[in-house]
């Protein structure tokens, strides 16, 4: 089986095996409400469009990675790697005994009874992909018609783009009937003031629309470090105003996540543990970590159980 297995894209970075055990310790009931798995290829064939073939990422070193950092939950967004067969996340997904939710890709004309069996196993949302780097065009029709598909199962959208976009993209956006959830604070240019017209602009639609936003991705949005790596534990602290803003405006619609196994990073691969530990940097009171990590995810993710 091994001889057909696609090698990984040259340079690809894999993901950290030994992760340090985090200093700041997550509150009970923690949700990563940002990760994923890759395969196991030969279980999980990667999609034949992808942009990219990465290093295997199961359910088990997930959950392994979950509770060694003291996470409760996940939230298993579906890879690009894999399209729209929503396989090797739904497994994971129902492999979890129900400390998972799932995010999927899905096409235009998806049925109301895959629709069905997607939530049943535990999926909540869809995911539009914006970046061209990533995905070939999204049309916004197609789009628009998935949306409209979800809106009665009380699923969100979740949106990746690149914060220079959003001003092409916000009127599309705020059209769609679901809830919004942005990946990675819309990706604004740390290099820029974060009071500055960008992320200015990107708060202002959070602000009027029915928004979450992701506070992670810090390795990936970082220009000056220092990574999260050798015991740094005030890693990317050219990112931390941005989160801290986020979190600070919008205290009841934030969440956080990992992004393990962190795909297509060319730079660095950082150590979990201490992206753990930026958590304290960006929210900076017992209360506003709990309603990071614990309070707005169990009420997005598993709204009545109650934490």
């Not at 950290?16 to 279980?43: E, K």
């Not at 979800?150 to 993209?169: K, N, Q, R, T």
């Not at 599309?172 to 240019?189: E, K, N, Q, W, Y």
């Not at 602000?207 to 990317?236: F, I, M, Q």
Request: net charge negative.
């Amino acid at each position: 089986m091994s001889s057909t297995l696609s090698p990984k894209t040259p340079g690809w970075l894999d993901w950290y095996s030994d992760p340090s055990a985090p200093s700041f310790t997550l509150p009970p009931g923690t949700v990563d409400a940002h990760c994923h798995v890759f395969g196991p290829q030969a279980r999980f064939p990667f999609a034949p469009e992808r942009k990219y073939t990465p290093c295997d990422a199961s359910r088990e070193q997930l959950f392994a990675l979950r509770d060694h950092l003291g996470v409760s939950r996940n939230v298993i967004v579906q890879a690009t790697c894999h399209g729209a067969d929503n396989s090797a996340m739904v497994d994971a997904v129902r492999a979890s005994g129900g400390r998972a939710r799932g995010v999927a890709t899905v096409r235009p004309d998806v049925t109301e009874a895959e629709l069905r069996r997607l939530d049943e196993a535990g999926v909540r949302g869809v995911r539009f992909n914006f970046l061209k780097r990533l995905v070939d065009t999204a049309p916004k029709d197609d789009l628009a018609a998935v949306a409209a598909k979800i809106a009665p199962l009380g699923w969100h959208v979740v949106l990746y783009f690149e914060s220079a976009d959003l001003p092409e993209l916000e009127d599309f956006f705020a059209s769609l009937p679901t809830p919004l959830v942005i990946d990675h604070m819309g990706r604004p240019d740390v290099t820029r003031p974060v009071d500055g017209p960008g992320f200015s602009r990107f708060l202002r639609f959070v602000d009027r629309n029915d928004v979450w936003v992701k506070v992670s991705c810090p390795e990936r949005l970082s220009v000056t470090g220092p990574a999260a790596l050798h015991g740094e534990r005030h890693a990317y602290t050219d990112v931390v105003p941005f989160g801290r803003r986020a979190v600070e405006e919008f205290p009841d619609r934030v969440l956080w996540g990992t992004d393990w196994p962190h795909p297509n990073l060319t730079d660095h691969m950082p150590d979990d543990g201490l992206l753990v530990d930026h958590v304290p940097q960006v929210a900076v009171t017992p209360e506003l970590r709990h309603k990071l990590l614990v309070a707005n995810p169990m009420r997005l993710y598993w709204p009545g159980e109650g934490v």
